[in-house]
Structure formats: C-alpha cells, structure tokens
C-alpha cells in the first residue's frame, strides 16, 4: 500500500487499544448517529451496493445491511477490521469487509452505488487531502457519496475552538465541502444537521451530475 502524502492522527490513532476504545461510544450518541444516518439514507434506494469507508468497528455497513442495503465495508486499520468481522459473524450478516486506503481505493471507477465516509473527514487537516478523498470516494461512487463533516457553525465548534485543545479536529463550511464535490463531478442533494446549531456533526448527501460517469 503506498505511504500517503499527509500525516493525520486519525490516519495512525487507531491501533488495537484505540480501536477497542472506540466500540465504547455512549448509546445514546450511537443512535443519535444512526438516526442521522437514517434521515440521510431515506435519499438512498435499498437495492443500493454500499460501501462503508472508513467502517471502523462496523457499526454503520452493520445498520445499513439490516435495513436491506447490500452493505460492505472497508478501512485501514487491521485492529478495526478485525472487530468488524467479529461483530458480522456474530449477528450472522454476510457483509464483506477488507482493507482499503481511502486515500487512494483499489476498486474500479464507479465500483459501488453508493459511498458513506463517516466521521473521518474532519480528521483532514488541509484542502489538499480533503479534495483528493472526495475526488477519490467520487470515483469509485457510481451514485451517491453520504459524507460527514464538522460545521463550524455551531456552539460545540465554537467552544471546541476556544477550549484550544482540540487540535486535531478540523471544521468545514458546507460551502468548502460542496466545491470539492463539484470539482469531483458531483452536486449536493441535502445536507443534515445531527441538531442544528448545538452540534457540530453533519451529513450531506451528493449525487453524480449528469453526463460525468
Ligand atoms: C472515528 S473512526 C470512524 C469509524 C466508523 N465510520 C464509525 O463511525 O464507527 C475513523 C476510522 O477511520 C479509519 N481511517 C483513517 N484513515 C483512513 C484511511 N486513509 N483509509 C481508510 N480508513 C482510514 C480509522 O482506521 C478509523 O477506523
């Protein structure tokens, strides 16, 4: 796999003590994540082929196979993956998951219908490495891309911002995310806010213009 051009915490954090730690996340920010994803999936046709990258633990290639979405799931951390598996045999799911780069993905333009990339992409610290993610999720997506984002424009930014320490967080405006998307080919459909003002998570649905498979 070859070595990626920018250094970022999120891309190295995740080794078998991170990855463990991160299946711990409190159930109610678990569901209140999955709503999200629910609110942006209602855009999505169930007979969609989903790609989940980065998939973590699963928990979100997981949610979706359970609504009926042919679900799989890729990352680059080998702790992650080996959660993911564990937690597909055991609910009996056939999702297939295996290790990727979303930095530069293996598989054929247009591969899948559809892409998520949750919670990962505020971990990009500049505008090169974010448009090339997009670019790339953009290529191997031969529908949608549902992508997560920090806005700026809520008061857990603005405190995150003030408290000085959490520097290895990035906020995008949607306007930012949106020109990526457009340079890749692609348009926004809608954007979602997990509560609007108050917090900073954020999911925006893209689709393919026309004319640019
Ligand atoms: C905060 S976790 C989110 C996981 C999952 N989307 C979820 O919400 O449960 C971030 C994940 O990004 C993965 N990751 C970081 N850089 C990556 C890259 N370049 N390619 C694929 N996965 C990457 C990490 O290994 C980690 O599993």
Same mark, same amino acid.
């Given at each position: 796999?070859?070595?990626?051009?920018?250094? =970022?915490?999120?891309?190295?954090? =995740?080794?078998?003590?991170?990855?463990?730690?991160?299946?711990?996340?409190?159930?109610?920010?678990?569901?209140? *994540?999955?709503?999200?994803?629910?609110? !942006?999936?209602?855009?999505?046709?169930?007979?969609?082929?989903?790609?989940?990258?980065?998939?973590?633990?699963?928990?979100?290639?997981?949610?979706?196979?359970?609504?009926?979405?042919?679900? +799989?799931?890729?990352?680059? +951390?080998? +702790?992650?993956? !080996?959660? %993911?598996? *564990?937690?597909?045999?055991?609910?009996?799911?056939?999702?297939?998951?295996?290790?990727?780069?979303?930095?530069?993905?293996?598989?054929?333009?247009?591969?899948?219908?559809?892409?998520?990339?949750?919670?990962?992409?505020?971990?990009?610290?500049?505008?090169?490495?974010?448009?090339?993610?997009?670019?790339?999720?953009?290529?191997?997506?031969?529908?949608?891309?549902?992508?997560? =984002?920090?806005?700026?424009?809520?008061?857990? +930014?603005?405190?995150?911002?003030?408290?000085? @320490?959490?520097?290895?967080?990035?906020?995008?405006?949607? %306007?930012?995310?949106?020109?990526?998307?457009?340079? %890749?080919?692609?348009?926004?459909?809608?954007?979602?806010?997990?509560?609007?003002?108050?917090?900073?998570?954020?999911?925006?649905?893209?689709?393919?213009? *026309?004319?640019? @498979?």
């Amino acid at each position: 796999m070859t070595e990626p051009t920018v250094a =970022y915490r999120g891309r190295v954090k =995740y080794d078998e003590k991170q990855s463990g730690k991160y299946q711990h996340r409190k159930p109610h920010k678990h569901k209140a *994540e999955m709503r999200l994803i629910d609110r !942006a999936f209602k855009r999505i046709p169930t007979n969609h082929r989903v790609l989940d990258v980065p998939c973590g633990g699963g928990r979100v290639m997981m949610h979706l196979a359970k609504k009926g979405y042919f679900a +799989s799931g890729a990352d680059l +951390s080998e +702790s992650m993956l !080996a959660i %993911a598996r *564990e937690r597909v045999f055991e609910a009996n799911l056939s999702c297939y998951v295996e290790r990727q780069d979303l930095e530069k993905l293996t598989y054929n333009n247009g591969h899948f219908d559809t892409i998520v990339c949750f919670r990962l992409f505020h971990h990009f610290p500049n505008v090169e490495i974010r448009q090339r993610v997009v670019s790339e999720l953009c290529r191997v997506a031969g529908q949608f891309v549902v992508l997560s =984002y920090f806005s700026p424009y809520s008061v857990q +930014s603005v405190r995150r911002k003030l408290s000085g @320490k959490d520097t290895d967080r990035f906020a995008t405006s949607l %306007a930012e995310v949106e020109g990526y998307f457009r340079h %890749a080919g692609f348009r926004l459909v809608e954007d979602f806010a997990q509560m609007r003002v108050f917090h900073t998570l954020h999911l925006a649905v893209f689709a393919r213009r *026309e004319n640019t @498979k």
